[in-house]
């Protein structure tokens, strides 16, 4: 451990399967000592994007040669189109290449679009091969990096393409979250904030108090908030690990987030994180209108949300792509919660109370956005 090394830990409870999830600081630098005991041989490919491998990888690097593992390294495009059948093809095909074989451990070091490509490849490689988790992002090491959901998109949808493969080890080091842009650093701040708005109202309280210090780069406040996201995601991952209830909370605005993400077509436009915190105040308006939420409530997540520069309203998108409620009431059917042609719904009772809706009205969602699109193309 080096000098000024701090590290806690983490664990997903999935029996046979469970892994360890590291939080701390200057953890790239020890990486190897942490992956040596579960690799089969001192061997590992990283995959990363460009704009990863130019701010962290050399920490990366320096942590595995202390541990004479030796690593190949493949090089992504940075972005959420990424996330395609072509750059599947071409990532597995470059691990068939670097020899790897199925008891390998293959690295996704980077962001959520990484974690997720890199995911969906090792499940599919060979039938399934090993992969440790070493996020770079905000919303990765709170989020994407954890419960073993690795996919793809598509025109119709995001992540419809898919599997649900754990990783062996999550390595999150917050010294990495220096280098993020801070427009990337808000839109993981979405997914922190869904963690309070879902189950936990004293921690949306804390984050009220502290998202300025944690977004401006205080490497405590940044530890505390993604040790309590991880603590709120393992639990639930361990209790439905493959989302067959309770495990759906974790998906609050997500339904409303990716149909706009879609409807920009994956682009740079409207990132993730941005898209969910939409997602979130549509989710907690419209179930104020439904009578589920003190409007109260839904208008503290939206000053929240807005003081962290995040868009609470379709006003404060920074674009209108053009679209209509009608398209995005036809994506929002392409969510994977679907079941018999219904739509399944996260919507909100308060800050920190949340619940699953079967057979959402999807009609009457339909009529929702059409109200609020056309409010924020009067404002």
Not at 185 to 198: D, T
Not at 215 to 230: E, F, H, I, P, T
Not at 281 to 286: H, K
């Amino acid at each position: 451990m080096t000098k000024n090394q701090t590290k806690q830990s983490v664990c997903v409870d999935l029996g046979a399967r469970s892994y360890p999830i590291q939080i701390g600081t200057q953890l790239l630098e020890s990486a190897g000592e942490a992956l040596a005991p579960i690799l089969t041989r001192p061997n590992v490919v990283i995959v990363t994007d460009e704009n990863v491998a130019k701010a962290q990888l050399t920490r990366l690097a320096t942590g595995l040669e202390r541990s004479n593992i030796e690593f190949e390294t493949v090089v992504l495009p940075a972005g959420e189109a990424t996330k395609n059948f072509a750059q599947l093809e071409f990532l597995t095909r470059r691990l068939i290449d670097h020899g790897v074989e199925r008891g390998d451990t293959i690295i996704a070091f980077g962001g959520g679009v990484i974690g997720d490509l890199t995911g969906f490849a090792a499940a599919i490689l060979r039938r399934g091969c090993r992969f440790a988790q070493i996020p770079t992002t905000l919303l990765a090491q709170v989020d994407s990096s954890v419960g073993g959901k690795t996919a793809i998109n598509v025109p119709e949808g995001k992540n419809l393409i898919g599997a649900f493969h754990q990783p062996v080890m999550v390595i999150a080091d917050i010294d990495a979250l220096d280098s993020l842009p801070a427009r990337e650093m808000r839109a993981g701040y979405a997914e922190v904030v869904k963690y309070g708005a879902i189950n936990d109202e004293p921690f949306f309280a804390w984050l009220e108090e502290n998202a300025g210090a944690l977004l401006q780069g205080n490497a405590d406040a940044r530890a505390y908030a993604v040790k309590k996201s991880c603590e709120a995601k393992a639990a639930i991952v361990a209790a439905d690990e493959r989302e067959a209830g309770e495990r759906a909370l974790l998906n609050l605005g997500h339904t409303f987030g990716h149909a706009f993400e879609a409807a920009y077509g994956y682009s740079s436009d409207l990132l993730h994180g941005e898209a969910v915190a939409l997602g979130m105040a549509l989710a907690f308006d419209y179930s104020a209108r439904k009578g589920m939420c003190p409007a109260a409530d839904a208008e503290r997540l939206k000053t929240h949300l807005r003081a962290a520069s995040l868009p609470a309203d379709i006003a404060d998108l920074p674009a209108d792509p053009k679209i209509d409620a009608a398209e995005l009431a036809a994506l929002m059917m392409q969510d994977k919660k679907v079941v018999g042609g219904k739509l399944t719904l996260i919507l909100a009772d308060a800050i920190g109370a949340s619940r699953i809706v079967k057979d959402a009205d999807l009609a009457d969602i339909e009529t929702f956005l059409k109200e609020k699109i056309a409010a924020a193309r009067r404002s």
